[in-house]
Nanobody, 126 residues
Framework: QVQLVESGGGLVQPGGSLRLSCIASGLALNYYSITWFRQAPGKEREGVSAIGINNRFTYYAESVKGRFTVSRESATETVYLQMDNLLPEDTGVYYC???????????????????WGQGTQVTVSS
């Protein structure tokens, strides 16, 4: 059974930083492209960033470009989302997701993903 687990969320002041982590059981994360989504209260879930196998590609939503960095560490099979200069509008539950068949051209389309983590809460507030 595939399970993704996110961690690293928390409460941070505007301008602060957090690093989220995504690990997996039941699959070798190094062989999967991973996408980070977030869902703010009262809003639809949106794609934030994605990273391909062997860092073949990285994608970012316009709202986070220049502030967020996605990376992966092969030795520990962990995918990270470094979030800097956080804004109140970054508040939400952050999820990592993957798909058995991954289409980079539609990386932010939620419907292609069949494995999701439980999410980690990020709150940006003073």
């Amino acid at each position: 059974q595939v399970q993704l687990v996110e961690s690293g969320g928390g409460l941070v002041q505007p301008g602060g930083s957090l690093r989220l982590s995504c690990i997996a059981s039941g699959l070798a994360l190094n062989y999967y492209s991973i996408t980070w989504f977030r869902q703010a209260p009262g809003k639809e879930r949106e794609g934030v960033s994605a990273i391909g196998i062997n860092n073949r590609f990285t994608y970012y939503a316009e709202s986070v470009k220049g502030r967020f960095t996605v990376s992966r560490e092969s030795a520990t099979e962990t995918v990270y989302l470094q979030m800097d200069n956080l804004l109140p509008e970054d508040t939400g539950v952050y999820y990592c997701a993957t798909a058995d068949r991954y289409f980079p051209s539609t990386w932010s389309r939620e419907s292609q993903y069949n494995s999701w983590g439980q999410g980690t809460q990020v709150t940006v507030s003073s």
